[in-house]
């Protein structure tokens, strides 16, 4: 049996873990035609703190020893007002079961240990950081969504509690006839650009609307002053005005939604990246850039139906120059949600899933 560690520090993991674990996960995935390393960017807020929120964080890395090489990985995250611990960026070689049930034994007294009764897989942080145990793909990882082995899922088969999540990807001239198809007067709506000289500001306000709307769907942790900012402020080089719409109804922001294009199309898989590098290679290869990524969309409840056909509307008028469409994670017991992406954008293109036990 291999040897199981554990490494935590609640103000900052050593600089010589942070290494050994973007080492690992570098080697994990080198050569992965799906894989493409922007989700490191998340890694690397939570294990250096580059964020408020990564800051508030209790994190731990549990890794695995075997003649005294590191085989598999994951990161136990603790947050704060949560009733649950969360495992995340599990890493562990196919067929390893055993080692993989070693590390999430581990989890578990940590977790109780902390005086929590709930383990959580795949949530990576927060729910805008990024959630779901991807189970099922045939595409290339697209910017902004979890990535994984997807024979990983099989580690947690014991887990009693699993909810899954879809992504949904259409060519964006389908997507269009579809929503033509749909007759609801807007009247009364409008919708305008984020007006980034505000930056931080609108960041605000895109929070806010999102812990109202958003903030009510499962595992959704309300934020604090800030969060989004910290969240995007690194994407501001590539983003435009138009990548961030707000809904508008009688002179307040009633909605939003939040997209770009699709960065990863731009980047080389299965490699290492930089923020460099990927900064580069998005303005370098641009043209290869064909899709669209529905990152996320909140309307507030009352204006919901007429107002949430008029925010897509505006959307679909920007984005005419693209090939395809894809959303990002929608819960499937989220049936509203659902039903309108299948409506819109047909069949999902990826399945995840969040896998829950009660210690």
């Given at each position: 049996?291999?040897?199981?560690?554990?490494?935590?520090?609640?103000k900052?993991l050593?600089?010589?873990e942070?290494?050994?674990?973007k080492?690992?996960?570098?080697?994990?995935?080198?050569?992965?035609?799906?894989?493409?390393?922007?989700?490191?960017?998340?890694?690397?807020?939570?294990?250096n703190?580059?964020?408020?929120f990564?800051?508030?964080?209790?994190?731990?890395?549990?890794?695995?020893?075997?003649?005294?090489?590191?085989?598999?990985?994951?990161?136990?995250?603790?947050?704060?007002n949560?009733?649950f611990a969360?495992?995340?960026?599990?890493?562990?070689?196919?067929?390893?079961?055993?080692?993989?049930?070693?590390?999430?034994?581990?989890?578990?007294k940590?977790?109780?240990?902390?005086?929590?009764?709930?383990?959580?897989?795949?949530?990576?942080?927060?729910?805008s950081?990024?959630?779901?145990?991807?189970?099922?793909?045939?595409?290339?990882n697209?910017?902004?969504?979890?990535?994984?082995?997807?024979?990983t899922?099989?580690?947690?088969?014991?887990?009693?509690?699993?909810?899954?999540?879809?992504?949904?990807?259409?060519?964006?001239?389908d997507?269009?006839?579809?929503?033509?198809?749909?007759?609801?007067?807007?009247?009364?709506?409008?919708?305008?650009?984020?007006?980034?000289?505000k930056?931080?500001?609108?960041?605000?306000i895109?929070?806010?609307?999102?812990?109202?709307?958003?903030?009510?769907?499962?595992?959704?942790?309300?934020t604090?002053?800030?969060?989004?900012?910290?969240?995007?402020?690194?994407?501001?080089?590539l983003?435009?005005?138009e990548?961030?719409?707000?809904?508008?109804?009688?002179?307040?922001?009633?909605?939003?939604?939040?997209?770009?294009?699709?960065?990863?199309c731009?980047?080389?898989?299965?490699?290492?990246?930089?923020?460099?590098?990927?900064?580069?290679s998005?303005?370098?290869?641009?043209?290869?850039?064909?899709?669209?990524?529905?990152?996320?969309?909140g309307?507030?409840?009352?204006?919901?139906?007429?107002?949430?056909?008029?925010?897509?509307?505006?959307?679909?008028?920007r984005?005419?120059?693209?090939?395809?469409?894809?959303?990002?994670f929608?819960?499937?017991n989220?049936?509203?949600?659902?039903?309108?992406?299948?409506?819109l954008?047909?069949?999902?293109?990826?399945?995840?899933?969040v896998?829950?036990?009660?210690?």
């Amino acid at each position: 049996m291999p040897t199981i560690k554990i490494q935590g520090d609640r103000k900052r993991l050593p600089r010589k873990e942070i290494r050994a674990f973007k080492k690992f996960r570098n080697r994990f995935y080198s050569g992965d035609i799906l894989y493409v390393a922007t989700g490191e960017f998340v890694t690397d807020m939570l294990l250096n703190k580059t964020t408020r929120f990564a800051k508030s964080l209790d994190t731990s890395i549990i890794y695995a020893l075997e003649s005294n090489e590191r085989i598999a990985q994951c990161l136990l995250i603790i947050a704060p007002n949560n009733d649950f611990a969360q495992l995340t960026f599990f890493d562990c070689p196919q067929h390893r079961h055993g080692v993989a049930d070693a590390m999430i034994d581990t989890a578990k007294k940590e977790t109780l240990r902390y005086g929590l009764k709930r383990l959580v897989v795949g949530l990576s942080g927060h729910l805008s950081y990024g959630v779901g145990i991807l189970n099922e793909t045939l595409l290339k990882n697209s910017f902004d969504t979890n990535y994984n082995k997807t024979y990983t899922g099989k580690f947690f088969k014991n887990f009693k509690t699993v909810n899954t999540l879809s992504a949904y990807r259409c060519k964006l001239s389908d997507a269009r006839k579809r929503l033509n198809t749909v007759t609801f007067v807007t009247t009364g709506f409008s919708v305008r650009e984020a007006d980034f000289s505000k930056f931080k500001s609108e960041c605000e306000i895109l929070r806010n609307i999102c812990d109202m709307t958003i903030g009510t769907t499962y595992l959704y942790t309300t934020t604090a002053e800030g969060h989004f900012y910290d969240l995007l402020k690194d994407l501001k080089l590539l983003l435009t005005e138009e990548n961030l719409l707000f809904l508008m109804h009688e002179g307040k922001e009633v909605g939003f939604v939040f997209w770009h294009p699709d960065f990863n199309c731009a980047v080389k898989s299965g490699c290492p990246l930089t923020k460099t590098t990927f900064a580069l290679s998005c303005i370098f290869n641009k043209k290869k850039i064909d899709t669209v990524k529905l990152n996320a969309i909140g309307v507030l409840k009352g204006y919901t139906g007429r107002g949430t056909i008029a925010i897509l509307r505006a959307l679909e008028e920007r984005t005419r120059n693209f090939e395809y469409i894809e959303t990002n994670f929608v819960w499937d017991n989220n049936i509203e949600s659902t039903l309108i992406n299948k409506r819109l954008l047909g069949q999902s293109c990826r399945k995840f899933s969040v896998y829950e036990e009660e210690l």
